[in-house]
């Protein structure tokens, strides 16, 4: 899941909830901030903020979340979100492009393995809802609304199977549509996409309620609580969630929004532990490091995001070059003045 110049991810959530069943404290917590977004997009389409805008419509997107090379791939694959009894069966195409997506960064790559994964795992959504992310990623408006409703169409036939991942995907299928009436239209599209805001949140909460400790879920519940400047929600939330590169990553991203960058430092260094070959985290680095004053370091992080920067998406790598021209220039400012005597 790469990441803007604000360092917030991407993507969201639409209708058709549970009905008739008890309010509990995360039913409660849901209704609080379907509020607080209604006041969100109320203010944005009165204040005209581009920049909101987007971030709201494809938060934790390409987080799905949030971020290697072909190699052999065992006959069968790990859920990434769950273990045990609770996983999901996958097809090793689809495992290996989730890990070169969010783990390894690697998204030349994980464009080729879900194309074998469409194959695979022709009834699993989260194939459609990664190759919407790379859509977006490359300006693709056709393909984008075209994965949208593959998205959706695939979510809605497992309705009956598996009712909380149909909610969650059904409302990443309206979050995608509406990315791309953004992506082909920007700013003057933003009437149309509030249109998908209540019943985008009507399908996350049905999925929360459903399934209220799901990681996957949790994970991107963080997701979004981070988009409302929700932190220390978000923060419980990442706690819950999984894989811990995703999970270490969103706190890092809730702390440094905090403004609490030491904490944020020790969630990316975790992130990295797990993730180390990753590029969108040493970017992520490098941005908390920028915030903390220490120029010459965050240099050095965007660097090394650069020096895998054949595995990035090319908006992507361009907003690191800009970073890092603005640090570099502030790190030479900061430099000991030398005189000589002659």
Not at 3 to 13: H, M, P, Q, T, V
Not at 19 to 39: I, M, P, Q, Y
Not at 67 to 95: E, K, M, N, V, Y
Not at 282 to 301: F, M, N, P, S, T
Request: include cysteine; charge should be positive.
């Amino acid at each position: 899941m790469t990441e803007n110049k604000s360092g917030r991810s991407n993507d969201l959530a639409k209708s058709g909830c549970p009905s008739a069943r008890g309010r509990d404290n995360s039913g409660a917590a849901l209704e609080d901030k379907l509020v607080k977004v209604s006041r969100t997009a109320t203010t944005m389409v009165q204040t005209a903020k581009r920049k909101q805008a987007k971030q709201l419509f494809l938060a934790g997107l390409a987080a799905l979340m949030l971020s290697g090379s072909w190699r052999t791939l065992p006959a069968q694959a790990a859920d990434p979100f769950r273990t045990g009894g609770a996983a999901r069966p996958i097809g090793p195409a689809l495992q290996g492009a989730f890990e070169d997506f969010f783990k390894r960064g690697d998204y030349q790559n994980a464009a080729q393995k879900l194309e074998l994964a469409q194959r695979q795992n022709p009834d699993e959504p989260l194939v459609f809802t990664l190759q919407a992310a790379l859509a977006y990623q490359n300006g693709q408006v056709d393909r984008l609304l075209t994965l949208a409703k593959k998205t959706r169409d695939v979510a809605q036939a497992m309705a009956s199977k598996d009712p909380s991942r149909s909610h969650l995907y059904t409302g990443l299928a309206q979050g995608l549509e509406a990315s791309s009436y953004y992506l082909k239209d920007g700013f003057i599209a933003l009437p149309k996409m509030l249109t998908f805001v209540p019943s985008m949140f009507l399908e996350f909460k049905a999925a929360r309620e459903t399934a209220p400790d799901d990681p996957e879920i949790n994970l991107f519940v963080g997701y979004i609580d981070t988009l409302l400047t929700k932190h220390d929600e978000a923060i419980r939330e990442f706690r819950k969630a999984a894989p811990n590169y995703l999970s270490m990553r969103g706190q890092a991203l809730a702390f440094r929004d905090k403004k609490l960058y030491d904490d944020a430092l020790g969630m990316v260094d975790q992130a990295l532990a797990a993730a180390p070959s990753n590029p969108d985290l040493y970017y992520l680095k490098g941005q908390i490091l920028a915030l903390k004053g220490r120029a010459a370091e965050a240099v050095d992080q965007f660097d090394r995001a650069l020096a895998a920067g054949d595995q990035l998406p090319e908006g992507t790598r361009k907003q690191i070059e800009r970073e890092r021209g603005v640090q570099a220039e502030q790190a030479a400012a900061t430099l000991p003045t030398v005189t000589v005597t002659p």
